[in-house]
């Protein structure tokens, strides 16, 4: 096992009703800024409801945060933070809106010269910065950003990373009701999204992690077992209540704690989204099956070991075992819903030279947890991804 | 899965040669009180290294806490708090002293009438306290305290419980290797310890709680796989290192949100240690087996999965299955050395009457995760134990 410091103090309020608790948890006195996305929690009522349990608060809106949330777009709620004295910053919808949330807190107490440059530097851990207490209210299971201190923000056909000690939210609710109202295909987004975030902390190389092994197994577990029926039963509440709370473990430090870390499938995704606007969930669902392929040799033991626990693989040679669990691998994501391949979504093989170009124009030239996978390589996985 | 609140703010600090870090994580002005138990920490040079670290910081230091802590012992380090207007509580040692070290802040921040009635009140989650910020060097991995707000103490032949979210210690450090020197008992009970928080939170009864599940079942596979091998290979880190994991992961909070828990075999066992002084790890061992047989019907259905995903038992009938997990669970302990019957302790049937009397007169005479295990079923699970 590697050193690790594990430090998460978010506080998390999880289940039915809990909404109505808000109002305990803001400072009375405080002036709330509540940031949302599109329409759906004004169709759906939550944002009533939130106004509702904030009572006699001051309290400013601002909506539009879009999907893969703009530096545009933001820095216009920078604008009314600083303007109106905001106190309190409440996020109010799914990982686009608290990952928003947290860079429009990091921008609004940023003292540097250009804000532009938080989105170089906004992923030092080192850089003390002040912020605001934010909270979330969360209607989407998907991105764990509702318990931990990162963000992803879009800019100039880029995605970049934030991330600073200084954004976990002081707290997060989790009602699994209010995330019953969503389309089926964000469900399985989300389902996907959660899978990836644990395998990208998981499939690497063994250090003898056995606790976090066995968490991240859990979460895999678990999501295949309610994946397709989250999705078929969205009022079930317990069904639900599970994939909120794997997918809120998936990314909170937990399970990357002392073990090596990938992300290649995130960094590739990123640029697909950027690129072509496809949906994040379903960027990762076509990468990770074909990075497995290529990345077979790396991952040997640890492909094993996801075959044999999380599959339940048990019988072949090993070079079988790996195939069947990266096939089972794809045919779960494929049973949600999600496509599995570029073609799918009308990317031909022409386009690979752009999704190569934008990794090297962003850096990302050797990545994996061992920075050996060079841009060859991207193209390799990208190739079979077709 | 029922509601729950998860908060636990607690900085873990974790691997090997971490403790020359304490000194970036306690104030630099800060008036320290370093507490400990008996001679081990300084025999084995922890002390030494405590304090080199600490520079030129003002330190007092406190030693002799026992296992079991007691008051009388505790007050008097309250006393030094008071006077010296001591800043920082810094505990060196297993749970004991961790325990102990809470307390000492809790009464030491207590401005009621009278300090023992922390004992009956301290427990309340809702008793608003001040406190003084506190940290831990942890020599023995068992009791979870590092990573917790509980403790429990002793006094006039009782243990009683605290607990109070203003008791998270603001950092921990755990590097595997200060336990190196443990003798096989400690750490055999360590194990046990740990293995009985991971079942009073999960052999309940069912609420669907996929998440908390797997990671109660992660546990004890870990356990099982290291159990005897860190007893036999004290300075192999990587084993240890998971063990010292397992034992804070087991009861920081994350297994026991949103389920139901039980607490009896705790609770039977602080009157074995408080009667006879048996080591509170063996009092476990001695009455979850019998707890188990007597509970059967109670527990079927998560006794059937412990079964089944922890001892790989999957043929026979139902009650074949059970009565084997029990029986592996028994040889489990005795493999680590440690002996499950109260007459390997010199415990004889006559002896019942005392511990049922104890019971009785510290109020628990409805315990369980149901509160239907009266004074009776105590009686019957003691005779089972002999």
Chains 1, 2 share one sequence.
């Not at 050193?3 to 039915?16: A, E, L, Q, S």
């Not at 976990?168 to 009602?175: A, E, G, N």
């Amino acid at each position: 096992m590697k050193n690790f410091d594990f430090y998460n103090p978010t506080h998390i309020v999880f289940g039915k009703n809990r909404l109505e608790e808000l109002d305990s948890l803001i400072d009375k006195n405080a002036k709330v800024l509540i940031l949302y996305g599109g329409g759906s929690v004004i169709k759906f009522g939550t944002l009533d409801k939130v106004k509702a349990s904030l009572k006699n608060r001051k309290i400013i809106e601002f909506g539009g945060i879009e999907p893969n949330p703009k530096y545009e777009t933001l820095i216009k709620a920078v604008e009314i933070v600083k303007k109106e004295n905001i106190d309190f910053l409440l996020a109010v919808g799914g990982g686009s809106v608290m990952d928003g949330t947290k860079f429009v807190n990091l921008a609004a107490n940023y003292d540097g010269e250009k804000l532009t440059d938080l989105l170089k530097y906004g992923f030092s851990q080192a850089l003390t910065i002040k912020s605001l207490p934010m909270g979330a209210v969360v209607t989407l299971p998907a991105t764990g950003s509702e318990m931990n201190s990162g963000g992803v923000i879009s800019y100039n056909h880029g995605k970049h990373v934030i991330s600073n000690p200084a954004l976990f939210p002081k707290f997060s609710i989790l009602d699994p009701t209010l995330t019953f109202t969503l389309p089926a295909s964000q469900v399985a987004n989300g389902v996907v999204d959660t899978f990836i975030h644990v395998v990208e902390q998981y499939v690497t190389y063994p250090v003898n992690a056995k606790f976090q092994d066995r968490v991240a197994e859990g979460i895999l577990l678990s999501l295949i077992e309610i994946g397709r029926e989250t999705i078929d039963n969205p009022e079930d509440y317990n069904i639900r209540a599970n994939l909120v709370w794997c997918a809120t473990m998936a990314l909170n430090g937990l399970i990357g704690a002392g073990v090596p870390q990938d992300w290649t499938t995130h960094m590739i995704g990123h640029e697909l989204t950027a690129l072509f606007g496809i949906d994040h969930g379903k960027t990762l669902a076509i990468l990770q099956p074909a990075i497995w392929q290529v990345r077979k040799e790396q991952k040997r033991e640890k492909l094993l070991q996801y075959a044999e626990r999380v599959w339940d693989i048990k019988t072949g040679d090993d070079d079988n075992k790996i195939d069947l669990a990266i096939s089972k691998t794809r045919d779960f994501f494929e049973s949600l819903g999600v496509k599995t391949h570029l073609s799918d979504y009308d990317i031909t093989a022409e386009k690979i030279d752009d999704i190569i170009n934008a990794l090297e124009n962003h850096g990302l030239t050797a990545m994996s947890e061992t920075r050996d996978l060079t841009l060859e390589i991207s193209r390799k996985i990208l190739e079979i991804a077709i």
